[in-house]
Structures are given as structure tokens and as C-alpha cells.
């Protein structure tokens, strides 16, 4: 299986695909502004990453995205990050609906010392502090084998440690705090401080490292202040690893040799030292640490609605399209019998096909019928539709499921309630989607076979143990107020709903499709 990791910065994004074996294979860059609505953009990349490398996105196990704030323990939510307007407070949920496999959020600091824990110069230790020195300090610990936030959450924010009485003002609303004084942004304004306006700390550096004495005893200043700051957390951590990241640890000669020689004479030394260098991953840190998160699989399943067009009035079926589109039901249903695979017969595909000219949403066709393939033939299909075919219709399952795809739609299997769900075991890699029937099929208005909910935790099972956690799960049959939270619980995300809620007759289709999504908040 495959990973994703998520770089997200103040004005620039960079996202990446890992193998198994932590080996960064594909990334893209881009700024900020490019982006627009940030998940979407960030799934159009993973399936243009995957794509170019014939990777499948039933591939990917999950995604872990590296931002520049504070997030909650659980790595769901964003707690503050003023820095970047593109980010909202349920940024891993609105992503995990677009990726649908599970997403967590990690501070970028945090990020960039787990992934040299896991594939930098941390690896084989057992404690590893990272210091990103860019315009500001963040500082990320890994203590035992784990990201260490600190009991309120804020751990490794070295960079707001108070260093001067009165000082800079600092963005944290504080004054005098280490990184104005010793980060990107506190060089600058030493440099226009010392060597005049539009100065930079790459100047001052530079200055510094031409033997203008000034200069180098600014620098010398600010090396000795970080220093003091890093053999405090030394002293009191006792990590046996200390690795720099960041744009400023690229000027190794002027400032990252000299802390790290006055860090080794002055830290308190029992044994031996730690070790010390610059970061071996650079700047892509951040997105091996994300990637490589422990992640446990409490994904946001989306619940859709797919309303069963045979259970509307047959008379005034252009009305129930449009009730259908303004209750936020995702799938028109469409039931296809014959009278030969199941007792009964309805919807003639000529009617179907000129209601499919009559709404924008797409739609869910459930072929009860033999001779699948010529029914799929004459059925108008267009991408994003659902086609499911009963395992039992047709001895040529895998030719029913080809042509399907090729007419763009996605392709599903439908199971009875005495249909095992191991008969697919040939096929699944190909589906987008299990229909599992909850009742015999045929009939509209029955009830739940008494094993339904089981069957559906059987099926949701067994995709997961064969890595097919992104192919969704239908329930047909009997989606009632009461039931559809159960099936939703037992792993069904798509519900066919029609005389047991929506098209009820004592509420509107609005009311009853809104009933059904706040039952699954």
C-alpha cells in the first residue's frame, strides 16, 4: 500500500506519493494561491501523481498533512493557524471526504522531526529533536517512539521562549521572544538594524561570512542566544539525537557550525553527546513525517442518499426529479427487472433513459435481470453513474463489469441476502461498489431480512481485510428512519430509500431525506 503526505506551508503546497518501503516515488509543488478550494486541489494532484505512475487510488492507505498551526490531540482539527486563510477547522474531515481514505494533521515542525525518525538521521534513535530555523523557530520532539505534543498541546515552541526584557515585539503578541532575534525574520531586522534599510539576514550572513566584523559579531550574538536556548532543552530532554531544518541551516559555515560547536562545549555531557548535524531530508521533512503518521482508520464514511425513482407516483415522475435534486439526494435509484431474475417487472429502459435527460444528477441503475450485458447496452449511462449487476445474471461477470467501465460509470456487484460475499473474491479489485440486498429482491415495501445488518458488517469486513477500504457498500432494502443508521453503523455509506422514508406519506421528500442525514452526524 501506498501513502500520501501533505506539505502545507505559508505560500506554498507540495504533496507526495511513498511506497512501502518509505522511498518517495512522485511530488508536485505548487503556491498557495494556485490552489483554490484546498482538498479538491489536493485530490486532483493525488490522482494526477497516482496516474502518471499506474497507481490506483484503492492503493493508497492514507494521507497525513503537515500545516503550519496548532492542531488537537487527535490530529482532526485545526486549532489556530493564522497564518494561512486556505486552511478551515475540519480541513482532515473535508479532506478524507474528497481522498476517501483516512487523513491526520500534524504541526510542520512535528512533521519534520517523525519523518527524520523514520527515514533521516533519527532513524534507530530513541529521541530525536528537530529545530526548523526559517523566518520563525518551531521545534518538533519525538520522545520514545512518539510526536511529543505536551500536555496542553503547544510542546516544542522554543522559538517563543523570552530572551529579552522589552524586546521585538513578537506575532504571538509577546515581546522579546528567541526568534526575533535568532530566526530568518529576527536576522532581518538585525540586518536593516546594522547594515540599513532593505538589508536582509541573507546579507548579514553574507557580511559575516566575508569577515566584516560587525557583522560577525551580530551573528556570533544570535548563534550564542540559540545556543543557551538549545542546551537548556538538551539538558532537560536529554535526546540523543538534535538535527536542523529549515532555510537558515542551509548557511552552515556562518551559523549552523558555530551552534552546533557551542551547544557540544556547553551542554551538560554525563556519557556522551548527542548527535548533532543538519537534517538529512532537507526540506521534504515535513512531508515524510506526514506521510509515514501513525494513522488508525476512523475515515469519515460520507452518507449518500440514492432515492428509488419505482417508489415515486409513476404519473408524476418529472415532479419527484426535481423533489429528488432540492432534498440533496446524491443517486436517482433505478430498478431494472425483467420478471425472469426476479418476480416482477418495471421500468421499462426506454422511460428510464428519457428521465436520464431530465436531471443533472447522476444515476444508480440496479439491474435485477438476465442477459445483464445487453441491458446495460441500451441504458443511456453517463460518468459518474452506478451500474450493479447481480453475481447470479450472467456467466460472463467480468465482461458485464468491463463494459460498464467503458461507458465511464462505476461498476458494482449486487449480493443477495443468501449470496456470499466470498463469490466476489475475482472481481472485487475491479468494483467501486458492493450492492448488498437487505431484502429479496422484486418488491418494493419489505422488510429487513433478520441477518441484514450482519451481512453488511460481513461484506464491510471483508473488503477491509483485502485492502479495498475506498470500494463503498449499498444497502438496499427497507432503508427506514430507524434501519439506515444501523446499516451506516454496520459499514453501508449509500442508501436506496424510497417507501420506508422518503417517499413516505406523511412528510416531503426534503424533510425525509434531512431526517436521514442528521440520524448519520
Known sequence: MYRIGVDIGGTKIAVGVFDAEKQLIASEKYYIAEAGDLPSFIKNSVERLCGGRGISLKELAACGAAVPGTVDGEGRKIIKAPNIKALSENFARDLELQLGFPVKLVQDSRAAAWGEYVAGYGQGKSSVVCVTLGTGIGTGIVLSGKVYDGGLGCAGELGHTPVAENGRPCGCGKNGCLEKYCAGGGLDIT????????????????????????????????????????????????????????????????????????????????????????????????????????????????????ASIMC??????????????????????????????????????????????????????????????????????????????????????????????????????????????????????????????????????????????????????????????????????NCSFENVPKMYEAGANIFVVGTSSVFGTDTTVRAAAKRLYESLK
Open 191 to 306: 540586518a536593516a538594524e546594522l547594515l540599513g534599510g532593505g538589508k536582509t539576514a541573507a546579507d548579514l550572513l553574507d557580511r559575516a561570512e566575508a569577515g566584516d566584523s560587525s557583522a560577525e559579531q551580530a551573528v556570533g550574538e544570535a548563534v550564542r542566544m540559540l545556543g543557551r536556548a538549545l542546551v537548556s532543552l538538551i539538558n532537560l530532554l536529554s535526546p540523543d539525537c538534535l538535527l536542523f531544518s529549515g532555510g537558515l541551516s542551509a548557511r552552515e559555515t556562518s551559523y549552523i557550525n558555530p551552534l552546533i560547536k557551542y551547544i557540544r562545549t556547553h551542554c551538560y555531557k554525563a556519557d556522551k553527546l548527542p548527535f548533532i548535524s543538519k537534517a538529512k531530508l532537507g526540506e521534504k521533512a515535513p512531508l515524510y513525517g506526514a506521510a509515514f503518521l501513525p494513522i488508525e482508520d476512523k475515515r469519515i464514511r460520507e452518507p449518500k442518499l440514492s
Open 312 to 477: 415515486a407516483d409513476i404519473l408524476e415522475m418529472r415532479r419527484a426529479l426535481r423533489e429528488i435534486e432540492e432534498a440533496d439526494i446524491r443517486y436517482v435509484h433505478c430498478d431494472i427487472m425483467d420478471n425472469h431474475f426476479v418476480p416482477n417487472l418495471m421500468l421499462p429502459m426506454e422511460l428510464l433513459n428519457k428521465l436520464r435527460a431530465a436531471t443533472r444528477l447522476p444515476f444508480d441503475y440496479h439491474i435485477m435481470a438476465d442477459d445483464a450485458e445487453s441491458v446495460i447496452e441500451k441504458l443511456t449511462i453517463r460518468e459518474n453513474d452506478i451500474v450493479s449487476v447481480h453475481f447470479e445474471a450472467t456467466p460472463h461477470l467480468m465482461r458485464a463489469i468491463s463494459l460498464i467501465k467503458e461507458k465511464g460509470a462505476k461498476a458494482s456487484v449486487a449480493i443477495n441476502p443468501s449470496t456470499p460475499v466470498e463469490f466476489l473474491s475475482e472481481v472485487l479489485s475491479e468494483l467501486d461498489m458492493v450492492l448488498v440486498m437487505t431484502v429479496n429482491p422484486g418488491f418494493a415495501g419489505q422488510k429487513i431480512v433478520p441477518f441484514g445488518f450482519n451481512k453488511i458488517k460481513r461484506v464491510r469486513d471483508y473488503l477491509d481485510s483485502k485492502g479495498l477500504k475506498n470500494t463503498e457498500i449499498e444497502a438496499d432494502g
